[in-house]
């Protein structure tokens, strides 16, 4: 379809044949421009229909990494949470255990200083008792002593007699 076309002219006006001729030339032309672009046309839609789907694809792929690293950071944050949880209550059972031997520890303290105190009572006791015994041993021997003597002087005197 370039450039200006000129007609032969007839009797009445220009030549039928070779407007004709330029008419059905035109229209094969068009013809044959409107089957390339609806080809064109048919082409793109398919392009364009192979791109949606694979948009789809990709939309529903990062959909689905997004729920994944959602579930993920879900995961870890219920994961920390009970971490923490545990640590609390970690720390807390220890505190209340070191609150337990502190008191079992303050009671064998006392315990110790009540023993202690006894044991001292007792060394006192037996130290007197002791000293009793000494001293009713002195006696007794004493006692014997005189008892001895006195018999050994009635037998020397029974002897002399």
Same mark, same amino acid.
């Given at each position: 379809m370039g450039g200006v076309k000129r007609f032969g002219t007839s009797l009445f006006g220009y030549k039928?044949?070779?407007?004709? /001729?330029? =008419?059905?030339?035109l229209l094969s032309e068009v013809s044959n421009s409107i089957k390339d672009k609806e080809t064109e046309i048919l082409?793109?839609?398919s392009q364009l229909k192979d791109i949606k789907t694979k948009y789809d694809e990709l939309m529903?792929? /990062?959909e689905a990494k997004k729920q994944a690293k959602d579930r993920v950071a879900d995961i870890l944050l219920d994961a920390r949470e009970q971490a923490e949880q545990i640590i609390k209550k970690a720390a807390a059972q220890h505190a209340r255990e070191m609150e337990i031997l502190k008191a079992e520890q303050e009671k064998e303290r006392e315990k110790l200083v009540i023993m202690k105190e006894e044991v001292r009572e007792y060394r006192i006791k =037996?130290?007197?008792t002791l000293k009793k015994l000494d001293f009713q041993m002195n006696t007794v021997e004493r006692e014997l002593e005189q008892l001895v003597g006195n018999d050994v002087s009635e037998m020397c005197e029974e002897e002399q007699h």
């Open positions: 039928k044949s070779d407007v004709n /001729a330029y =008419i059905d030339k082409m793109l839609k529903e792929e /990062a =037996i130290s007197e």
